[in-house]
């Protein structure tokens, strides 16, 4: 660490990438740039305003050839329609030797890497992430691309980028409901990881929800250095990196079936893993006091550990019907990330239809324990 500024370097088999975490460091962009190349900036349009004309006029100002586009704000926005016009107002306007800087949340740094990725058959992104969830998560590892009718990143790639850089100070502009949603991811890490982080969270919640910057620094380099530490040995999601997906498979179908303007990415998440733990539960995996532990944590975060608690219900057998459907899933059975115990993440298909349905009605309907 330097200067406030940590430098993490995943070291990709295709690509070793440096991930630079650093307050303000967002005004330094400019001296990173190469003067002899041409970069775009892909934005949405709500990061545009905020962040997206600042970083051009100040990348042009420096005499640095530079564009802009954007499109609509949303995970129902993150689709092939979308990938097709973005790559529609790219044509023509880089070459190969260019780069996308893609600017912005979770939404963003999918669909930008992933038009990178494709446009004349793969050319440089760098990502600057906005939000926490793609601070501690979609910005670290590789996975890009587009929802369609069959399901959540459906169609993508694996990728990197030249590099990551994270400005934990451009979370204060972020509307509170945004970073309560990306603190799922953060949970979630925690818990698949041990009782140190676990403790951090627990031990700072006033301070990480009033944005106190240097913890909010302090979590976003444990979550990134867990990541990259899972990514390294599996960078295809062949075997351990699967734990990644803990809470995600039910938080996937709730999205699917409630629709993605319905329910945000971080609730669902949370529910899911509510979800999850209730089946870890009932398997003999987790004890209560875990369970309870964690469902108190959520709770701490003002995250959902249930559909109601969003006012929302649900149908089991719809949701029951999506995990089928699951790109995850391994020779027709639903793969779920469970804890057999705090920092202790298990890949299990042994688990009934009625365990899972069980679990899914317990997060819809709000069951009690017994």
């Not at 954007?70 to 790559?87: I, M, R, V, Y």
């Not at 990143?153 to 509307?175: C, H, Q």
């Not at 867990?226 to 039910?250: A, P």
């Amino acid at each position: 660490m330097d200067n406030n500024k940590t430098t993490i370097t995943c070291q990709s088999s295709s690509r070793p990438y440096a991930i630079v975490i650093q307050e303000n460091c967002f005004h330094q962009i400019v001296k990173q740039l190469s003067p002899a190349q041409k970069y775009l900036i892909i934005c949405d349009s709500n990061v545009k305003p905020l962040w997206g004309d600042k970083l051009q006029l100040a990348i042009t100002k420096a005499n640095i050839s530079c564009a802009l586009i954007s499109f609509p704000a949303g995970e129902a926005n993150k689709n092939l329609q979308t990938f097709s016009d973005l790559h529609e107002q790219i044509a023509l306007r880089l070459d190969r030797q260019s780069t996308i800087i893609t600017l912005g949340g979770g939404v963003t740094g999918d669909m930008g890497g992933f038009v990178a990725s494709t446009y004349m058959r793969g050319i440089s992104f760098l990502q600057i992430p906005t939000s926490l969830l793609a601070m501690v998560d979609s910005s670290v590892g590789g996975k890009l691309g587009v929802d369609t009718s069959i399901g959540k990143n459906a169609v993508g790639v694996f990728n990197n980028p030249i590099k990551v850089l994270i400005d934990p100070s451009l979370l204060l502009t972020l509307p509170k409901n945004y970073f309560i949603d990306g603190m799922a991811e953060v949970i979630k890490h925690a818990f698949l990881s041990g009782e140190e982080y676990i403790t951090f969270l627990e031990d700072n919640v006033a301070g990480i929800l009033a944005m106190d910057l240097s913890l909010l620094s302090t979590l976003i380099i444990q979550s990134v250095q867990f990541k990259v530490m899972i990514v390294e040995q599996d960078e295809k999601e062949s075997g351990l990196r699967k734990i990644l997906n803990y809470g995600h498979t039910i938080g996937h179908a709730l999205e699917e079936t409630l629709g993605y303007s319905s329910i945000p990415h971080g609730n669902a998440v949370a529910i899911g893993i509510n979800a999850a733990n209730y089946l870890a539960l009932k398997c003999g995996l987790l004890s209560e006091a875990a369970f309870l532990r964690i469902q108190n944590l959520l709770q701490q975060y003002h995250l959902p550990i249930f559909l109601s608690d969003l006012g929302l219900t649900g149908d089991a057998d719809q949701l029951f019907h999506f995990l089928h459907n699951d790109k995850k899933n391994q020779d027709d059975q639903v793969v779920m990330i469970l804890l057999e115990g705090l920092g202790k993440p298990i890949i299990s298909t042994t688990q009934t239809t009625l365990q899972i349905k069980e679990a899914i009605n317990y997060v819809i309907k709000n069951r009690s324990l017994s």
